[in-house]
């Protein structure tokens, strides 16, 4: 049996002596790079942190101290030394979390994939164990430097600062960025010594006496202090974190278990907030990861582990390829049109841009809210900045979005990749509350393009905006066939029915939920019910004609892959009410829970989100409305209350849903 297999919890690590330590490392790499080979997921950060999550859980007990990642992308280490060994479903339906899970494990504390709020809660964990009275317990935060370019790590920096008494460890998985490194032993006995209680009252003995002799006491010691401090910052860039009030400790090669064990110790022992610095290599130990400039394997799909060839290929061109090569094709006839991402330059299609006009596009880094006054600021210059993240990172910036963007009408583009349903990354990536959030904002306006020819020609609508906010929205998959309209009314493109001609349901196709909506249409035609389908293109604001065209069916059904609360059903049901239209509104979309991560197919069946249970559900609410005994008119209004009944039954329909 290898001794990966032998490691039922962290308790299990501290019988291994230093070469079988390493000896695990390696058998850990070995099965990352075959496991995530087959299911997909984040390779290279996990390939970095081996040794380092090793030494975590040999210097702490887990879950007594609680240990905590940003991202949590970076713990499939702290899942196999916890316990879980089984990746076969990884990221998929009933498998492992590509994150750390509370579902799963007592070892794991937040989900946290949402970068740089790991300090944040590191403070308020510590803050508890000091309320409380649990001194013995010990919060040890991992984030990443890139994580660090995030505002709210160094607001909880400033928080974490001032509490000198209050434990808290924070190791910095520091795996881009080169530091001169502290070398032998000086540097180890500088760094025990600033641990230790008794330096510290030392120190504080040597000022108070300094300080008590008239006239040259200040200078002396200021001077000494001075000197003292820049001589540790010959050797090591400690001064940034040290003038914050942290304790600093490195930097360290966070591949030494060893080397890493021992300053994590010291810094248990401390009774206050250290800064550990370890230097890490992401895609340790995997040549082809190490040899990818781009991200170093930082995700990877299913592929040979061998050849790292993928071993199916994509059925089409994916909606993030479409939106980078219409971005260049603007950039040329647009010298105004300039760029910006947090940290996701390359996954949100930027990369050709930034290549072909390296002046007009910054990553900001992990710092959504700047991103966003920064393009108000941009707009106001005279420029028109298309921000591009992922939908649920916009979430961060709504603030931005509504005071600096929007208040101040900025003409500012935001292209929101992974929206809807993403899948296998979980709960915390769905773009499944964008349509619902930005709703309540003044004067912005929302696209949903269904195909590939629709974010071509809606990127370049929204463009042209130059006095307020537009946003511009797909989901993470391929872009599909082309879904043709036959007939247009008002700004709405009809692709089947007819606009002209009362049928019983008006369908509200929302974006990439098009196929989805014709296919339910077709069954529904089946069973002699007759539908018109509509895409709006532009979800906000409602088209001024959708009110009128709805007036001419029993019923409207709007199907949506956003949240049902507060997104378009329920914008296309507050138009209709203002029009004074009655006609009842049924709203597919998705219900207020965090999905559990599996494939984007997957849960969109979980949530009823297939053209068999929208037709089903509708047919069953029309049925219900056919039992009573009035009549009903086109327009909505009721004969002896039949419209009344129809709503009725498709509220109890949604509420059964």
């Known amino acids: 049996m290898s001794l990966l297999e032998n490691i039922r919890g962290p308790r299990d690590l501290k019988a291994l002596d230093g070469e079988e330590l390493t000896d695990l490392a390696e058998e850990i790499r070995h099965f990352l790079i075959h496991a995530v080979a087959r299911t997909g997921g984040h390779l290279g950060p996990n390939l970095g942190v081996v040794e380092l999550t090793i030494a975590l859980h040999r210097a702490f007990d887990s879950p007594a101290d609680r240990i905590l990642w940003d991202t949590g992308h970076q713990s499939y280490v702290h899942k196999l030394l916890t316990g879980r060994q089984d990746f076969s479903k990884l990221r998929g339906k009933g498998g492992l979390s590509g994150y750390p899970s509370r579902e799963e494990s007592e070892h794991d504390v937040i989900e946290n994939s949402h970068a740089s709020t790991v300090l944040g809660w590191a403070d308020g964990l510590a803050k508890a164990n000091q309320v409380l009275g649990r001194w013995n317990r010990h919060v040890v935060a991992v984030i990443g430097d890139g994580a660090l370019t995030g505002g709210m790590a160094w607001e909880a920096l400033n928080n974490i600062a001032v509490a000198k008494d209050r434990p808290l460890v924070i190791v910095v998985n520091d795996n881009e960025r080169s530091y001169a490194p502290t070398i032998g032993g000086l540097a180890d006995h500088l760094a025990t010594l600033r641990t230790t209680d008794g330096y510290e009252r030392f120190l504080a003995r040597g000022k108070e006496a300094l300080l008590r002799v008239p006239g040259v006491g200040r200078p002396v010691y200021e001077s000494l202090h001075g000197a003292k401090k820049g001589f540790k910052d010959a050797f090591a860039p400690q001064g940034m974190f040290e003038d914050l009030g942290l304790k600093y400790l490195g930097p360290i090669d966070g591949h030494d278990i060893a080397a890493v064990e021992s300053a994590l110790r010291r810094a248990k022992r401390f009774h206050g907030p250290v800064l550990v610095h370890c230097r890490t290599q992401k895609g340790r130990g995997y040549r082809p990861a190490l040899e990818h400039e781009a991200d170093r394997f930082h995700t990877v799909g299913v592929m040979d582990p061998l050849t790292c060839e993928p071993l199916s290929r994509p059925a089409g061109v994916s909606w993030t390829s479409v939106f980078g090569e219409e971005m260049v094709r603007i950039g040329a006839e647009r010298p105004d049109v300039v760029a910006l991402t947090a940290a996701m330059l390359d ?183 007759g539908c018109t389908v509509v895409d709006p293109r532009w979800v906000k604001p409602v088209d001024p004609a959708l009110p009128p065209l709805a007036a001419q069916h029993r019923l409207v059904a709007v199907v949506e892959d956003n949240s049902r609360t507060g997104g378009v059903g329920w914008a296309v049901a507050q138009a209709l009410r203002d029009e004074g239209v009655h006609v ?74």
């Open 347 to 529: 996954p949100v299609g930027l990369t050709r841009f930034a290549e072909a006009y390296p002046d007009r596009v910054w990553d900001v880094g992990i710092a959504e809210q700047h991103a966003a006054t920064c393009a108000a600021g941009l707009a106001t210059g005279g420029l028109h900045p298309v921000v591009a993240v992922y939908a649920t990172f916009l979430n961060r910036a709504f603030d931005q979005v509504l005071m600096d963007v929007a208040l101040h009408k900025c003409g500012v583009t935001f292209v929101l990749d992974r929206a809807g349903v993403t899948g296998t990354d979980g709960p915390s990536h769905n773009g499944m509350w964008d349509m619902s959030i930005l709703q309540v904002v003044p004067g912005l306006r929302i696209a949903a393009p269904r195909d590939a020819d629709q974010l071509r020609a809606q990127l370049r609508e929204a463009v042209e905006v130059d006095d307020a906010p537009t946003v511009v929205r797909f989901p993470k998959e391929n872009a599909g066939e082309p879904v043709p309209a036959v007939g247009r009314v008002g700004g709405m493109d009809v692709l089947a029915g007819s606009a002209r001609t009362p049928t019983d349901v008006l369908l509200v196709a929302v974006g990439a939920m098009a196929p989805v909506v014709l296919d339910a249409a077709e069954l529904l035609r089946a069973r002699g019910t």
């Open 584 to 657: 009842p509104v049924r709203t597919f979309g998705i219900p207020e829970q965090f999905l559990a991560h599996a494939k984007r197919s997957e849960v969109l069946a979980d949530v009823g989100l297939t053209p068999a249970e929208i037709a089903g559900h509708i047919s069953a609410a029309l049925a219900r409305a056919q039992d009573a005994p009035e009549t009903v008119t086109r327009t909505g209004g009721t004969k002896a209350g039949r419209g009344k009944a129809v709503r009725a039954a498709v509220v109890k329909e949604t509420s059964e849903a």
